[in-house]
């Protein structure tokens, strides 16, 4: 089964018609649009980024209803391949992102995706790391229920070990599961900080089974070795009670890291930092403060 990138919904709801039916242990093609849903193209430059419509980002294929799939199931999905497109962006988008307050106005990097490499800047790339961004089936709460913010039915999750090779477990709420994916990535750093990782279309094979009665609390994932990185790498520090506050400071200070050793713009700084940073919660045991640290791979410094 292969289904078109042209069926795709914008808000997650159980009362959506299924665009095709799978039974377990079935493999499917998927293709997904750019999380921009064609707003931006490879030609695009800042000044289009504040017309962005948020009601049309995010937009997933699907649903995919999976047969005998119950609430109280497990849906499992593997994630067999993710052949990314030719071009990505990658973007400040006013209003958006962890350091929003830093970096009001309007910003965008258009990257070449080729030979494994994706070339935010001029001399500047990331590996390609695929990922699906977006991946969730149907809350039984009734609806609609917006695109970006996640929930425990998956959705938005943007977590960067969702690619070739990894497993994702997901809970049934409502029959037939209605599966949808998109937001595909060809990198993305942990935290996706800016808010937009290389933002790219794509073809997913997934895998689809199902385990009766055995719905995880929330998503579980099984990772691939691809997906953590080993290189040296520098961290910078956010420390204090709130882990929300912990990771700007972090960031900011990774940012002026990059920048500073780097001679880049600091908006084009925090870009990279959203395609190929991690931030991690390095202590929440030491009470009042608390450690996000924000790591980069020394290569990404010159």
Same mark, same amino acid.
């Given at each position: 089964?292969?289904?078109?990138?042209? $069926?795709?919904?914008?808000?997650?709801?159980?009362?959506?018609?299924?665009?095709?039916?799978?039974?377990?242990?079935? $493999?499917?093609?998927?293709?997904?649009?750019?999380?921009?849903?064609?707003?931006?193209?490879?030609?695009?430059?800042?000044?289009?980024? /504040?017309?962005?419509?948020?009601?049309?980002?995010?937009?997933?294929?699907?649903?995919?209803?999976?047969?005998?799939?119950?609430?109280?199931?497990?849906?499992?999905?593997?994630?067999?391949?993710?052949?990314?497109?030719?071009?990505?962006?990658?973007?400040?988008?006013?209003?958006?992102?962890?350091?929003?307050?830093?970096?009001?106005?309007? %910003?965008?990097?258009?990257?070449?995706?080729?030979?494994?490499?994706?070339?935010?800047?001029?001399?500047?790339?990331? /590996?390609?790391?695929?990922?699906?961004?977006?991946?969730?089936?149907?809350? /039984?709460?009734?609806?609609?229920?917006?695109?970006?913010?996640?929930? #425990?039915?998956?959705?938005?999750?943007?977590?960067?070990?969702?690619?070739?090779?990894?497993?994702?477990?997901?809970?049934?709420?409502? $029959?037939?599961?209605?599966?949808?994916?998109?937001?595909?990535?060809?990198?993305?750093?942990?935290?996706?900080?800016?808010?937009?990782?290389?933002?790219?279309?794509?073809?997913? #094979?997934?895998?689809?089974?199902?385990?009766?009665?055995?719905?995880?609390?929330?998503?579980?994932?099984?990772? %691939?070795?691809?997906?953590?990185?080993?290189?040296?790498?520098?961290?910078?520090?956010?420390?204090?009670?709130?882990?929300?506050?912990?990771?700007?400071?972090?960031?900011?200070?990774?940012?002026? $890291?990059?920048?500073? #050793?780097?001679?880049?713009?600091?908006?084009?700084?925090?870009?990279?930092?959203?395609?190929?940073?991690?931030?991690?919660?390095?202590?929440?045991?030491?009470?009042?403060?608390?450690?996000?640290?924000?790591?980069?791979?020394?290569?990404?410094?010159?």
């Amino acid at each position: 089964m292969h289904i078109k990138r042209t $069926e795709t919904h914008t808000a997650w709801d159980r009362t959506l018609a299924p665009i095709a039916t799978v039974a377990p242990g079935d $493999e499917i093609i998927v293709e997904t649009a750019d999380a921009s849903g064609g707003q931006l193209t490879a030609g695009s430059t800042a000044a289009d980024v /504040p017309g962005l419509d948020f009601t049309r980002v995010n937009p997933v294929t699907g649903p995919f209803a999976v047969e005998g799939a119950r609430p109280g199931d497990a849906l499992v999905v593997d994630i067999l391949d993710v052949e990314v497109g030719s071009w990505g962006w990658t973007a400040c988008i006013p209003g958006f992102g962890l350091l929003a307050e830093d970096f009001p106005d309007p %910003h965008l990097r258009v990257s070449t995706i080729a030979d494994g490499r994706a070339e935010l800047l001029p001399g500047v790339s990331v /590996p390609v790391v695929p990922m699906i961004g977006t991946i969730g089936v149907a809350p /039984p709460e009734p609806g609609p229920h917006p695109m970006v913010p996640p929930s #425990r039915w998956g959705g938005n999750l943007d977590v960067r070990h969702i690619g070739p090779g990894a497993q994702l477990r997901l809970p049934v709420g409502v $029959e037939g599961a209605l599966l949808s994916l998109g937001d595909a990535h060809a990198a993305m750093g942990d935290g996706e900080v800016s808010g937009t990782g290389v933002e790219t279309d794509a073809t997913v #094979r997934l895998r689809i089974g199902l385990r009766r009665d055995a719905a995880p609390g929330t998503p579980v994932i099984e990772t %691939h070795p691809r997906t953590h990185r080993t290189g040296a790498a520098l961290a910078t520090t956010g420390v204090g009670p709130d882990l929300m506050a912990a990771a700007v400071e972090a960031t900011r200070a990774l940012v002026a $890291e990059i920048a500073g #050793r780097t001679g880049l713009d600091p908006a084009d700084a925090y870009l990279l930092a959203s395609v190929a940073a991690d931030l991690k919660i390095s202590e929440v045991v030491d009470a009042p403060n608390w450690v996000v640290s924000a790591h980069l791979e020394l290569a990404h410094l010159g």
